[in-house]
């Protein structure tokens, strides 16, 4: 008998990538499957919920509430990713909200499990250190972004960062940006809606940036240096 879909699954998943298929097969008896449909929140900040998601399709984004209602997207996190594991190793609260932005499927381990696997499976430790501190450099430059940059400033380096990850070059030194609205702009850089209306009239008035609705294009060369 082949392989089980868990067991694929968490095969294709860079956390559990090193270990062997028995392995694999007992960390899938262990998990248990949950879906959520686009806009559900997985987790809440504060909750003291205890287990570890890993993402099997979908995406996800991270999301920092204030007492006033306003909200920060921290991170995203697509297939392969994981998200939770902080509350499994401090004992503490949940830092932040994970919410749903598109229908995702995930599974998911309790805490005795986790802790047991990672005992068992020193590789996932190495692995889960690799990723954290990943996240945390993309952390220090969001919040150098937020502290020492205007609006203007963090709207141009966030399209920059869009065009890297998924921007398609239409011509030398123009790059086409997946339609994007101002409002998904504003949740990403801590910012209204019109201030980032505002920023994008500035740097177009610049020849910085094309937008068409919600369609952008870049002068990758000139905003770098904006």
Same mark, same amino acid.
């Given at each position: ?16 990538? *090193? ?93 005795? !499990? ?10 996932? *430790? ?13 952390? !220090? !430059? ?74 952008? *294009? ?9």
């Amino acid at each position: 008998m082949g392989p089980s879909l868990k067991e694929n699954a968490l095969n294709q998943i860079p956390l559990f990538s *090193s270990l062997e298929p028995e392995q694999l097969k007992h960390i899938a008896e262990l998990c248990k499957r949950k879906t959520f449909a686009k806009d559900d929140y997985i987790l809440y900040q504060g909750d003291l919920q205890k287990e570890l998601y890993i993402i099997l399709s979908g995406r996800v984004s991270v999301v920092l509430s204030s007492e006033e209602g306003r909200e920060i997207v921290l991170d995203e996190f697509g297939e392969g990713g994981f998200f939770g594991e902080l509350s499994l190793l401090d004992e503490k609260p949940r830092s932040a909200s994970v919410k749903a932005i598109s229908d995702v499927r995930t599974i998911v381990l309790e805490k005795k !499990d986790f802790i047991r696997i990672v005992k068992a499976n020193p590789d996932i *430790s190495i692995n889960i250190l690799a990723i954290m501190g990943e996240r945390l450099r993309k952390a !220090d !430059d969001k919040v150098s972004t937020l502290a020492f940059m205007d609006v203007c400033g963090r709207v141009a380096k966030f399209i920059l960062n869009l065009a890297e990850d998924n921007g398609e070059k239409i011509e030398e030194g123009k790059i086409s940006i997946k339609p994007v609205t101002h409002q998904f702009i504003a949740d990403q850089i801590g910012a209204s809606r019109e201030s980032v209306t505002k920023a994008l009239k500035t740097l177009a008035k610049q020849g910085l940036v094309e937008t068409n609705g919600r369609a952008l *294009s870049i002068d990758s060369g000139q905003l770098e240096i904006f």
